[in-house]
């Protein structure tokens, strides 16, 4: 058992300190604390001595130094059976810290959110993980909470023992400590780049799924810290989500998000079957819709603005829907969208900005990850959009200003389609899509079947290269007026000839979107 009397709280998430101190506080325990955590508890009426007046030092170099000192670390570290560490205490005056509440910066908020470098640097955390380590190290005599979960159970437990923690407890909390800390490090190391040579990923279970993809399936939702997204977002109504309604709403979602302007997709088994992007939300989502209303039955809805009452009805009034995803639903959406009851609604709050951002570079990519028997594929996720000066217009007849921004929208759709991927589009909006498929000229009929004849004056767009003219032929026939795609076959040469022999142009990217 180890005795707890004195106590560092030193915390980013203020959430359930107070009532945790103020539990620590009848038990008589010392509270050492720093910066806003020492305001909060002394606001509330808790003693708190500063970490600045233990160590003699003042906050420094705008708080990146505040904790790092002998006082500190010689508290927590000190092994208390060893005489010789207790004599070195006593000889410099330093008191024993019998337990570390910290919790770290949100890195992966500032990742998300921020778009300069130094401010993302500004939020790596230093002196909490140096004292949540020295703590864990040290469990048999101290005590490190670094997850404001545990609050409640390690205030029950000392009020039940008089003031102490048993050893299963010290251990299972140093555990937590290193294999949050880890994970902390991975992820900063992740951002800085490249791909570390041993690879560690830390989620917590968020829930239980009734079953997989498949009913004979068992299957969970773990879910990163702190949870963001589909798995952070707040359901309203409706059944519990299936394995197979997550996969399709985060599908919806990360392709929404990923346009500056009010876009919609309209996703089936995680295959977009319209997506449309509009000057308000109400107009993306009926354009998306309408590019292929029998697919969208029983589909999941993405859009990356707030839902009103109206957006709701024209939404009810389409078809059956089994979930939408938006950053968040008004009241009167909330009551439209109540007839329906087993209709999921998904609210995942603040979009954040754009991809755009990470489209011109400035930030790094985040992270997919592909699971295979025996292994992890890793890989920077596809975040290359192409712009009007990436094009290299192939053909003798060149494009118009129009077809380029068909084009450029059509290429940027790719990115979320299954291989092969064929786009038909006009207009910001998706009129046909062909993917999946294991032959390119496939994908082609099936796009252009669908688009019918509204592929008459649009741009097709191809995820990978043509490696034979009959695409061009069959797009010649359909009356596509531009085509985009990578380029790079050993046909090219061949591909160009048949474009200008239909009179259609085409520009090469450079780049391809494949997605498996």
Request: aromatic share 6%.
């Amino acid at each position: 058992m180890a005795k707890i009397k004195t106590a560092l709280i030193s915390v980013f998430d203020k959430e359930g300190i107070l009532s945790f101190a103020k539990a620590l506080d009848k038990l008589d325990v010392k509270i050492l604390s720093t910066g806003g955590t020492a305001k909060l508890l002394r606001d509330a009426g808790i003693a708190v001595t500063e970490v600045a007046d233990v160590t003699g030092f003042p906050e420094m170099l705008d708080g990146r130094v505040k904790t790092l000192h002998p006082r500190v670390h010689g508290g927590i570290l000190a092994l208390r059976d060893k005489p010789g560490h207790m004599q070195t205490l006593a000889k410099h005056k330093i008191g024993a810290i019998d337990l570390v509440v910290v919790n770290l910066y949100p890195f992966a908020d500032a990742v998300r959110t921020k778009t300069r470098e130094e401010d993302i640097i500004e939020m790596i955390d230093i002196g909490g993980p140096s004292m949540l380590r020295s703590a864990a190290k040290n469990h048999r005599f101290v005590a490190a909470v670094c997850d404001p979960a545990d609050y409640g159970p390690v205030a029950r437990e000392l009020q039940e023992n008089k003031g102490q923690l048993g050893q299963a407890s010290l251990k299972r909390l140093a555990a937590k400590v290193f294999r949050a800390t880890s994970a902390y490090d991975a992820m900063i190391a992740e951002w800085m780049g490249g791909h570390p040579q041993t690879f560690k990923i830390e989620l917590k279970k968020s829930q239980d799924l009734r079953y997989g993809e498949n009913p004979h399936q068992k299957a969970a939702l773990y879910a990163e810290e702190p949870p963001a997204g589909v798995p952070g977002a707040k359901q309203f109504q409706g059944k519990e989500l299936s394995f197979n309604n997550i996969l399709d709403l985060d599908a919806a979602w990360e392709m929404a998000r990923a346009f500056p302007g009010p876009a919609c997709a309209v996703v089936k088994h995680t295959c977009p079957c319209g997506f449309a992007t509009a000057g308000d939300i109400r107009a993306a989502f009926r354009l998306a819709w309408d590019c292929d209303p029998l697919s969208a039955f029983g589909s999941i809805i993405g859009v990356n603005r707030p839902v009103d009452g109206k957006l709701a009805k024209d939404m009810l009034a389409a078809g059956f829907i089994e979930c939408v995803v938006a950053p968040a639903f008004d009241k009167p959406a909330l009551e439209a969208f109540a007839a329906k009851k087993n209709l999921r609604l998904m609210a995942v709050g603040d979009v954040g900005a754009p991809l755009v951002g990470a489209r011109a570079g400035t930030r790094p990519a985040p992270t997919d990850y592909k699971k295979i028997t025996g292994g992890l594929l890793v890989q920077d996720a596809d975040l290359r959009c192409v712009t009007e000066a990436d094009l290299k217009t192939v053909t003798k007849k060149k494009p118009t200003v129009a077809q380029v921004r068909d084009m450029l929208f059509a290429f940027d759709v790719c990115r979320f389609v299954k291989s092969n991927a064929i786009i038909v589009a006009k207009n910001g909006r998706t009129l046909g899509l062909g993917m999946g498929q294991p032959s390119r000229v496939d994908a082609c009929h099936t796009a252009l079947r669908k688009a019918g004849k509204r592929a008459g004056g649009a741009v097709l767009a191809s995820d990978g290269f043509f490696p034979m003219p009959d695409s061009i032929a069959l797009a010649k026939r359909h009356g596509i007026a531009a085509i985009i795609q990578p380029g790079g076959s050993i046909k090219d040469e061949t591909v160009i000839r048949a474009c200008d022999r239909a009179g259609i142009p085409m520009v090469f990217t450079g780049v391809r979107h494949f997605k498996h």
